[in-house]
T-cell receptor, first 113, second 114 residues
């Protein structure tokens, strides 16, 4: 069964600290994996897009990794800021050109001063 | 601001009714996607249009339909509404139709069915 699981479900960290969010997937054939940031009540914003051959991709303080063998991805946030408080959603595209996709349930991150 | 606009922002209606949600993609984008986000199910892909034609279908109910017009704006029609249809409905757009195109999301329409 095609699935995308994220952990933890929620996370509270202090401003300035680092954190890592996890995404495990079981889809085939894999196309690409995306991380989105969604502020409460707003549309998701793309952070990174990773294909099968990419291991690491950075976007400012956000760094995503992908291990296609173990079907795991992580999103590392460095030197967190209050504005990082949001839901982080992992989305996996599969099925080649057919545009099938599965959303993870997200990790709710709260950054406290 | 992503450049994708959605109207209305909020919609309150009763069970059994029909509503239409509207989306205008970013200038130059040919693909439009519709998503539903409810508290218990998270984000779900509904349907994609590319340059006026349906390209991919997700978990879209038969009571729901969509279309993309020649000016590339899109409408999502929801009929025979049920309480469970209450959700945030997002539209996204991208330049191309393939899975590697970055999607830009609109601010969403919050639908409440009473």
């Amino acid at each position: 069964k095609n699935q995308v699981e994220q952990s933890p479900q929620s996370l509270i960290i202090l401003e300035g600290k680092n954190c890592t969010l996890q995404c495990n997937y079981t889809v085939s054939p894999f196309s690409n994996l995306r991380w989105y940031k969604q502020d409460t009540g707003r549309g998701p914003v793309s952070l990174t897009i990773m294909t099968f051959s990419e291991n690491t991709k950075s976007n400012g303080r956000y760094t995503a990794t992908l291990d296609a063998d173990t079907k795991q991805s992580s999103l590392h946030i460095t030197a967190s800021q209050l504005s990082d408080s949001a839901s982080y959603i992992c989305v996996v595209y599969y099925g080649g050109a057919t545009n099938k996709l599965i959303f993870g349930t997200g990790t709710l991150l709260a950054v406290q001063p | 601001d992503s450049g994708v606009t959605q109207t209305p922002k909020h919609l309150i209606t009763a069970t059994g009714q029909r509503v239409t949600l509207r989306c205008s993609p970013r200038s130059g984008d040919l693909s439009v996607y519709w998503y539903q986000q409810s508290l218990d199910q998270g984000l779900q892909f509904l349907i994609q249009y590319y340059n006026g034609e349906e390209r991919a279908k997700g978990n879209i109910l038969e009571r729901f339909s969509a279309q993309q017009f020649p000016d590339l704006h899109s409408e999502l029609n929801l009929s025979s509404l049920e309480l469970g249809d209450s959700a945030l409905y997002f539209c996204a757009s991208s330049l191309g139709q393939g899975p590697y195109n970055e999607q830009f999301f609109g601010p969403g329409t919050r639908l409440t069915v009473l």
